[in-house]
Nanobody, 124 residues
C-alpha cells in the first residue's frame, strides 16, 4: 500500500508565497514522474507542474516564472514553491506520483498514486 501525504496549503494574500509538500510512503520500489495538479470550483483538474525521474520539469503557462517544482529523492517527497500568488491560483492542489510498488505476493505493480488534496486560497 502506498500513501501520499500533502501539507502546506492555506490562506495567503495575493502576492504572497506558499510551499506545498507531498511525501510518499509505503512499499515503494521506485518512483517516476511526480507532479502537482489543481482543481478550482467548477473547473477541470489541470496540471500545474511536473518533474521527471531525470529532473526535467514542465509547467502550466499560467504559473511559469512563479512556481517551482522540486523533489528530494531520499525522502520520496515532491515540493511546489508558489510565489507571487494570484487570486486565480485558488484551488485544491493534488500531488500525483507515478511509481512501482510491491504488490500482492511481492510482485512489482505500476500505479499512479494521488494525494488527498490541500486547499490553497488566495485573497486580495
Amino acid at each position: 500500500q502506498v500513501q501520499l501525504v500533502e501539507s502546506g496549503g492555506g490562506l495567503v494574500q495575493a502576492g504572497g508565497s506558499l510551499r506545498l509538500s507531498c511525501a510518499a510512503s509505503g512499499r515503494i520500489l521506485s518512483i517516476g514522474s511526480m507532479g502537482w495538479y489543481r482543481q478550482a470550483p467548477g473547473k477541470k483538474r489541470e496540471l500545474v507542474a511536473a518533474i521527471s525521474s531525470a529532473d526535467s520539469t514542465n509547467y502550466a503557462d499560467s504559473v511559469k516564472g512563479r512556481f517551482t517544482i522540486s523533489k528530494d529523492n531520499a525522502k520520496n517527497t515532491v515540493y511546489l514553491q508558489m510565489n507571487s500568488l494570484k487570486l486565480e491560483d485558488t484551488a485544491v492542489y493534488y500531488c500525483s506520483v507515478d511509481l512501482v510498488a510491491s504488490g500482492i505476493g511481492g510482485f512489482p505493480t505500476s500505479l499512479t498514486s494521488w494525494g488527498q488534496g490541500t486547499q490553497v486560497t488566495v485573497f486580495s
